[in-house]
């Protein structure tokens, strides 16, 4: 994803909005997109998980990847990292953890993942005219790293997170500070919960940085929910003050007209950032942090 601009929340005060979440299942109402309609009606307890992976299914590429829709940025046909990204958060956020569905995807992170214990967007996705300039490789590979294989210790891959942790230990120092958040809430997913001084000490200083984000509102509501599950799982005293700043960003960012989002990333994603909104939220709620209802 590009860099959010210094402006995005310029004149919203964003302790003085609150969420609307009626507001929020009204828009999606009115914006209807297959993904996001069947996780809403598995969320709700109103399909299977059969009914599920059906729709989710059809994002899968020949290869075993997930390809272009699932994420909005993406169009085209061969499966791809990024959006494999994506279907990983999907599948442990409905708490998918095993069958043959499961299986393929980590065949897919087996067959692509690189001699050093990495991952990058595969030649075949670069060479697609629709791939969006953010999937092109960066000097370190760590959000990419981080997510495939903290995503896969949650499937039960533990072989893919040992070599992941040990690239991310030996590049870590040497990696500058970055322009967005995301490496810095992948490296908590995938070392997070980890209790080796080594591995906490990488803890620390990505919890700093992203704290850093948060505080300034340098942080898109569209990736709110992803980094509220991962901060959900880490067991430590400032964890609770940064969900409540994601909190009031959220709500700074709906949009008090229609109910949705707003997203830096244009209005396409809008839906998506809107259900990711309510799924942060539900979160937040389930931990005692804000009401129910």
Known sequence: MSHVPYDYYESMDANAHEFDPEAAYEFLSKHSDPINDIRMAHWRGDVDDDAFWQVLEQ??????????????????????????????????????????????????????????????????????????????????????????AGYALELGASDLWTNAVRYVRQTWKDMPYAETAHPYWAVLLLIGRSTTSADRSITFDALDNLGGFIRQRHLDAYDCSAVVEILNGIDLPEVDDLLMRIFHLIGAAQDPKDGGI??????????????NALMAIAIMMQRGLIPNG
């Open 59 to 148: 994002y899968r590429g020949q290869n075993g990847g997930f390809k272009g829709g699932l994420d909005p940025d993406y169009r085209g046909e061969v499966g791809s990292i990024h959006t494999t990204i994506e279907a990983l958060r999907i599948m442990v956020a409905h708490q998918q953890f095993e069958g043959p569905h499961i299986q393929k995807t980590l065949d897919f992170l087996r067959s692509t993942v690189l001699p050093d214990g990495t991952w990058q967007e595969l030649p075949e996705v670069l060479a697609v005219p629709q791939c969006p300039n953010w999937y092109h490789p960066a000097q370190f590979r760590i959000y990419e790293t981080s997510c495939l």
């Open 262 to 275: 707003r997203t830096e990333y244009g209005d396409v994603l809008r839906p998506t950032a809107t259900f």
